[in-house]
């Protein structure tokens, strides 16, 4: 989880299948709440896109979270989004 803009951001990878090498790519964007907690605003799992490496799933995910803060939400604490 890193922070960004006032938000926290994850990037995850979710395993397609038990017995399959890929990799579905997944993330979410979570905000600080009240009484130090943290609530996730929204999640995704990108089911048409999957990889062989894990850690490129999370990498991938984690970019994917950055993007829906830069270009999707407002700054934490403003009720116009853009």
């Known amino acids: 989880m890193q922070p960004n803009k006032g938000y926290f951001i994850e990037g995850?990878?979710?395993l397609v299948h038990p017995f399959s090498p890929d990799w579905?790519?997944?993330?979410?964007v979570l905000i600080?709440?009240?009484s130090s907690s943290i609530v996730e605003i929204t999640r995704f799992?990108?089911?048409?896109?999957?990889?062989?490496?894990?850690?490129?799933?999370?990498?991938?995910?984690l970019e994917v979270a950055r993007i829906v803060v830069d270009e999707c939400l407002a700054p934490p604490g403003?009720?116009?989004?853009?």
């Open 12 to 14: 995850s990878a979710l």
């Open 24 to 28: 579905y790519v997944g993330g979410s």
């Open 32 to 34: 600080p709440g009240r």
């Open 45 to 61: 799992q990108l089911q048409r896109f999957t990889v062989s490496i894990n850690e490129l799933a999370e990498w991938f995910g």
């Open 78 to 82: 403003t009720t116009a989004g853009r």
